[in-house]
């Protein structure tokens, strides 16, 4: 395993797959798409970012950090992920020939924080023990055993209205939210 620590930045491209081993062995495994964005004029003469130079990472995540992350994240959401390189190599017992995958070792995943605002908790016990009820900013999550919230169980406790964001009038306010939503969508 390479010891030399990278950082990916970019979309998930499906929600995080969680594998259960044991009550204290949990795998969860993420796809980020990350592009290189360079600046193009269009035949109006207008700027316009395009994506190109596409690759797609695969993550593991063990242990709080699997459980965590797969509570968290969904598809589509931006994401920084730091971790290490590693090649598993095997023999195909049907064909015989050698067979490798190249994948992130992840030790550190978070949301990128140019779209999203966070709530955060803290979370003391090693693994969520079922039943469990978290509180997420406004919302109490019924936490299932498998580590998934049921959209049935979520909670309003605190009756705060949702705040409106105010509107500048600005043209690259609005191509600015053009440009978010095309990235969201990817």
Not at 72 to 83: E, F, Y
Not at 117 to 130: C, F, K
Not at 165 to 177: I, L, N, Q, V
Request: a negative charge; hydrophobic letters at 35%.
């Amino acid at each position: 395993m390479s010891q030399y620590p990278i950082t990916i930045t970019g979309n998930l491209t499906d929600d995080p797959f969680v594998t259960k081993f044991s009550s204290d062995k949990v795998n969860t495994r993420l796809r980020i798409a990350s592009s290189r964005r360079t600046r193009h004029t269009n035949s109006n003469g207008e700027f316009e970012w395009r994506d190109s130079d596409t690759v797609y990472i695969n993550i593991e995540l063990w242990g709080q950090l699997a459980i965590n992350t797969s509570k968290s994240l969904k598809k589509g959401m931006p994401v920084i992920a730091l971790g290490s390189l590693c090649t598993d190599t095997w023999t195909d017992n049907e064909t015989q020939k050698q067979r490798e995958r190249t994948y992130m070792r992840g030790l550190q995943v978070g949301i990128d924080m140019n779209r999203y605002i966070v709530a955060s908790q803290r979370m003391d016990a090693l693994h969520t023990p079922e039943g469990m009820v978290l509180n997420s900013g406004s919302e109490a999550l019924h936490i299932n055993k498998d580590y998934t919230v049921d959209k049935d169980d979520v909670i309003d406790e605190t009756g705060v209205e949702e705040v409106v964001p105010a509107s500048f009038d600005d043209p690259r306010e609005a191509e600015a939210e053009k440009e978010e939503a095309a990235v969201a969508n990817f």
